[in-house]
């Protein structure tokens, strides 16, 4: 009975901890390497891997042997183009992107806390807390007590659902995060290029500077702007990011899926884009900005929203789960204004007498239901 044969495997091409015995697959891996070296990053996803591997490895099926090399040498040039291809259509990670993905998500907060760097942490009291960076980074107003601040290339900003946060920036743009957000920035910007990670929501007050842009990335989304006033919403359980322009203009970038380009959009003053978290699709559309941006004065405004993500936006606010247990129709829209200084016992009491609705506590849960 005949042997199969042992076929390389991707890890044997793109790299491990051992080196190739075959001198032409060696010669292949050199040339990936000096591929990826080129293109500025050495760290694969493994699901990258796996595609990649699945487009290449058809031409590295056995061949007789005089023909062998040939095949791989072939293989070798293919891999190349494919490799070269990839990774200018997979987006860049720059340092402040590393940084914030590596950061923990599963501690759950009571109160808003800045982390600076890695380690210390700053627990922010209030329901509406306020930070205001010095120029230059080195000292910091928390709720007007002034401290001074350890050196760390990043801090973090951290809010819990029912808290938000004011924070002026060290250039003096002002950042308000709404609840269940988190922001990710420089004590300090530096090298001509003001950069924030963003997670949640938030209201973005740019303080202009035609020498240093600013860059919002936000849920694989980046905005670029250089003095404006906009609302970014890209909380990671939402199915849609929504980027609303209030004034001023910026650019949107979306990634692309798979091997799609990149795509860019300018947006005008009451644009609003819309990407789907799944597939990337871009809309834009015409909004009432305040809509969009009430939530920052402690209001929520809402005109033909669903039922469903009113009550998820102040599940946010309020810290409290909410969930509707009704079906009747017409709740698909409402329309409205709420203020969200008010307890939330009355602002639901508003909800249900405008919908027939009543509402039960189950513990730390709210449900609605229709009215008997």
Request: net charge neutral.
């Amino acid at each position: 009975m005949k042997r199969g044969k042992k076929y390389p495997t991707l890890e044997d091409i793109l790299g491990n901890d051992r080196t190739p015995e075959d001198p032409a697959l060696r010669a292949l891996a050199g040339s990936v390497e000096q591929v990826i070296r080129n293109a500025g990053n050495e760290t694969w996803d493994p699901a990258d891997k796996a595609a990649l591997w699945d487009e290449i490895a058809p031409g590295l099926a056995p061949q007789p042997v005089r023909y062998r090399y040939l095949y791989l040498k072939v293989a070798a040039a293919i891999l190349v183009l494919l490799v070269a291809g990839l990774w200018y259509f997979l987006p860049r990670q720059n340092d402040l992107l590393r940084f914030a993905r590596q950061l923990p998500h599963d501690q759950p907060l009571t109160d808003t806390r800045l982390l600076v760097g890695q380690h210390q942490a700053v627990v922010v009291k209030g329901k509406n807390a306020a930070l205001v960076y010095a120029g230059g980074g080195t000292g910091i107003t928390i709720n007007k007590d002034t401290l001074s601040i350890a050196a760390a290339t990043y801090n973090t900003l951290m809010v819990p659902y029912g808290r938000r946060a004011r924070v002026q920036l060290e250039d003096g743009s002002v950042v308000q995060l709404n609840a269940g957000s988190r922001l990710v920035y420089p004590a300090a910007f530096k090298n001509g290029k003001r950069e924030v990670y963003l997670e949640g929501e938030a209201f973005f007050d740019i303080a202009p500077n035609s020498q240093s842009p600013f860059f919002v990335y936000a849920s694989g989304l980046v905005t670029e702007v250089l003095g404006t006033t906009f609302n970014i919403s890209a909380y990671p359980d939402d199915i849609r990011r929504s980027l609303v322009l209030a004034s001023g203009s910026v650019r949107l970038h979306v990634p692309g899926h798979g091997f799609s380009r990149e795509r860019s959009q300018l947006l005008q003053p009451a644009d609003m884009a819309t990407v789907d978290a799944k597939d990337g699709g871009l809309q834009m559309s015409r909004v009432n900005v305040a809509a969009y941006t009430a939530w920052k004065d402690g209001r929520l405004l809402f005109f033909n929203t669903p039922l469903k993500d009113i009550l998820k936006k102040l599940t946010r606010y309020y810290n409290i789960p909410l969930d509707l247990a009704s079906t009747k129709p017409g709740l698909e829209t409402c329309s409205g204004d709420l203020d969200l200084e008010d307890n939330l016992d009355n602002v639901l009491e508003v909800i249900c007498a405008t919908n027939s609705l009543r509402y039960e506590r189950y513990g730390q849960r709210i449900v609605l239901t229709e009215k008997e």
